[in-house]
């Protein structure tokens, strides 16, 4: 099982950026598909990127263009660069493996996105 940690959320500006980091335990990390899920108070949870194995990445519409997932292997760890920030991104964001059972859900990272 692997243990997941996410952080780099804040509260930022419409139009800001914030780097998301989602650290996993474990060597099973680099042989799975990993991403970003976000729920928003009061919605259901929604898919928001993933990166596979190999690199090939997918986003929802919703962030295409805005955001870019990234990962680091070696150091167990995968990114989200959310760039122009809009409010309806304000959510708890939450990494996970994208296929197979899903691994124990960390704590989430609170993105707020104001003016």
């Known amino acids: 099982q692997v243990q997941l940690v996410e952080s780099g959320g804040g509260f930022v500006q419409p139009g800001g950026s914030l780097r998301l980091s989602c650290a996993g335990s474990?060597?099973?990390?680099?042989?799975?598909?990993m991403g970003w899920d976000r729920q928003a108070p009061g919605k259901e949870r929604e898919w928001v990127a993933s990166?596979?194995?190999?690199?090939?990445?997918g986003y929802a519409d919703s962030v295409k263009g805005r955001f870019a997932i990234s990962r680091d292997n070696a150091a167990n760890t995968v990114y989200l660069q959310m760039n122009n920030l809009k409010p309806e991104d304000t959510a708890v964001y939450y990494c996970?493996?994208?296929?197979?059972?899903?691994w124990g859900w960390g704590q989430g990272t609170q993105v707020t996105v104001s003016s």
């Open positions: 996970n493996r994208v296929t197979g059972t899903r």
């Open positions: 990166i596979g194995t190999t690199g090939i990445t």
């Open positions: 474990g060597s099973a990390f680099r042989f799975n598909a």
